[in-house]
C-alpha cells in the first residue's frame, strides 16, 4: 500500500503559475507509473499528466504549460503549472499504481480565476 498525500493548490489569476507536490508514504522507486489526474465539477476524473521510465505524457490540453516530475529520494511527484487558464480549474489528484492496484490522494483544489 502507498498513502499520497498532495499540497500546493489554491487561487491564481489566469497566466499564472502553480506548483503541485505529491508526497508518498513509501518508496516511489519500484512504482513505474505515477501521475496527476484532475476532476472540474460535473465532469469526469481525466489524466493529466503521467511519468513512467523517467518520461512524462500529457494530455493535449496541458501539453508545453505543464511538466510533470519526480524525485525518488524525496518519494515526491511534481507537476508545474505555468500559463494556467480558467479550464484548468479542477481538483486535482495523485495517483500511483502499484501492484496492479490504484492508489488516490485526497486532492487539492486549483481555481483559476480572475
Known amino acids: 500500500q502507498v498513502q499520497l498525500v498532495e499540497s500546493g493548490g489554491g487561487l491564481v489569476q489566469p497566466g499564472g503559475s502553480l506548483r503541485l507536490s505529491c508526497a508518498a508514504s513509501?518508496?516511489?522507486?519500484?512504482?513505474?507509473?505515477m501521475g496527476w489526474y484532475r476532476q472540474a465539477p460535473g465532469s469526469q476524473r481525466e489524466l493529466v499528466a503521467i511519468i513512467s521510465n523517467g518520461r512524462g505524457n500529457y494530455a493535449d490540453s496541458v501539453k508545453g504549460r505543464f511538466t510533470i516530475s519526480r524525485d525518488n529520494a524525496k518519494n515526491t511527484v511534481d507537476l508545474q503549472m505555468n500559463s494556467l487558464k480558467p479550464e484548468d480549474t479542477a481538483v486535482y489528484y495523485c495517483?500511483?499504481?502499484?501492484?496492479?492496484?490504484?492508489?488516490w490522494g485526497q486532492g487539492t483544489q486549483v481555481t483559476v480565476s480572475s
Open positions: 513509501r518508496t516511489i522507486f519500484t512504482i513505474n507509473a
Open positions: 495517483n500511483a499504481n502499484l501492484f496492479g492496484s490504484d492508489y
